[in-house]
């Protein structure tokens, strides 16, 4: 059998921080007084925090200055931080645990491929941060996704070749970034959204167990 290794993304895949994400932007969207809705944080999704802000001050019709910018990133981050560092490992999404035992038997090794600055807190919080065999997290890299670079330095981790990876993420941009380093894509969440991926499964229970096996065949 040919040998794999997998990146997985953190949010909405290991864990829902989006709905922390999305609480600091509309508390700082309320603070600059427009509406920003969960329709709005979908575009969000997988981008970088300076994109994000990007796109939050465009829905918002509002022009800044780069001084002010970087005073709006640091304040929605210590909002964001304010959440997180009270997150537990009851926050784990469902599945996850298991598929993570299940590679740990299988002697398949992993790694983290995530925009988040914050990646490796958040693993401490749920207890998962010594399991990963890499992390690659905003810190790491240059470029954000659909860029393949996060994936592509998650390969080096693996000491493998990128066509020996397999990718679980739950964001377009994602699904994007890994097709382009031409990793075996599994899209977690709405198959219409992430039809571009290689598989699709609602959620990390869906995962048939004979997955890795049809893949190493």
């Not at 590679?103 to 983290?112: F, S, T």
């Not at 905003?138 to 996704?145: D, I, L």
């Amino acid at each position: 059998m040919s040998k794999i290794g997998v990146i997985f993304d953190l949010d909405g895949v290991i864990v829902d921080t989006a709905k922390y994400h999305y609480l600091a932007w509309k508390k700082l969207a309320d603070d600059l007084g427009f509406e920003f809705t969960e329709e709005h944080n979908e575009l969000l999704k997988g981008v970088s925090r300076v994109r994000s802000l990007e796109i939050l001050l465009e829905i918002g019709g509002i022009s800044i200055s780069e001084e002010k910018k970087q005073e709006y990133l640091i304040s929605k981050n210590e909002d964001y931080l304010g959440f997180i560092t009270k997150m537990q490992a009851d926050e784990i999404l469902p599945g996850a645990s298991e598929l993570l035992d299940f590679l740990d038997k299988e002697g398949i090794k992993y790694v983290l491929g995530s925009a988040s600055k914050n990646a490796p807190l958040i693993l401490r919080q749920i207890g998962l941060f010594d399991r990963f065999a890499g992390i690659v997290d905003g810190n790491s890299v240059s470029k954000a996704k659909p860029d393949p670079e996060v994936f592509l330095i998650g390969a080096e981790k693996l000491s493998l070749e990128p066509n020996k990876c397999v990718v679980f993420e739950d964001a377009i941009a994602g699904i994007e970034a890994a097709n382009v380093a031409n990793m075996t894509s599994v899209g977690i969440g709405d198959k219409d959204t992430l039809n571009e991926a290689d598989y699709n499964f609602k959620d990390l229970t869906e995962l048939p167990q004979d997955f890795f096996d049809k893949l190493m065949n």
